[in-house]
């Protein structure tokens, strides 16, 4: 059974930080691509960051220089690294994962307060 487990969202004040993880289970991790997407209240659901089996990371424009995406291949992890959080940037947060097939977490909250 494939699981992806999303945790270290919450409230956060404008400029704050937070670290959000994704724990997989039940897939081969290392050749999967991750990625991080996010929706808010009313939008759609749009990318946040991705980074591929062999560690190549693209962007969503809105968050470049701010967010890091990286992985733990040995602990079938990604995190999230969100620095100068702002208020646009409280959504749900989703863990992705891209092979063969695709696999979505369940997702966690991030909001940010002015």
């Known amino acids: 059974q494939v699981q992806l487990v999303e945790s270290g969202g919450g409230l956060v004040q404008t400029g704050g930080s937070l670290r959000l993880s994704c724990v997989a289970s039940g897939i081969n991790f290392n050749i999967h691509r991750m990625g991080w997407y996010r929706q808010a209240p009313g939008k759609q659901r749009e990318l946040v960051a991705q980074i591929t089996s062999g560690g190549y990371t693209n962007y969503a424009d809105l968050v470049k220089g701010r967010f890091t995406i990286s992985r733990d291949n040995a602990k079938k992890t990604v995190y999230l690294q969100m620095n100068s959080l702002k208020p646009e940037d409280t959504a749900v947060y989703y863990c992705?994962?891209?092979?063969?097939?695709?696999?979505w977490g369940q997702g966690i909250q991030v909001t940010v307060s002015s």
């Open positions: 992705k994962a891209d092979a063969l097939n695709n696999y």
